[in-house]
């Protein structure tokens, strides 16, 4: 059974499909919790397409579990001012959460 959705969550738009990992910005959340995700803008399951205008509201629910938490890859930024003799070098690891989607079910 092939479903996906669309679903808005942490501030972005994520394509998710059943029983893969994802990784978001943080949650307030613990590691092992399980949640839903409510803001789903699109699901597809078999040959079904059901689009939400701009949400699917109490049709559908997306059960996901949060495995843990990390920092990601560390993101550097040079700056430099040419002639001045000024450089400067900003590190910055983003806090992520990797959550696992368990399934996605017709209420």
């Not at 307030?28 to 597809?44: A, E, T, W, Y």
Request: glycine fraction near 4%; aromatic fraction near 10%; hydrophobic fraction near 35%.
């Amino acid at each position: 059974m092939e479903s996906y959705a669309i679903v808005q969550a942490s501030g972005k738009q994520i394509w998710v499909e059943e029983n893969r990992f994802y990784n978001l910005n943080r949650l307030p959340l613990n590691s092992g919790d399980h949640f839903s995700l409510n803001k789903i803008l699109l699901v597809k399951q078999n040959n079904s397409l059901h689009i939400g205008k701009p949400f699917l509201l109490g049709s559908y629910s997306i059960e996901a579990t949060v495995v843990r938490h990390f920092l990601d890859k560390k993101t550097c930024v040079y700056k430099m001012r040419p002639k001045k003799k000024t450089r400067k070098t900003f590190g910055n690891r983003s806090k992520k959460t990797k959550i696992f989607i368990r399934s996605i079910n017709i209420i």
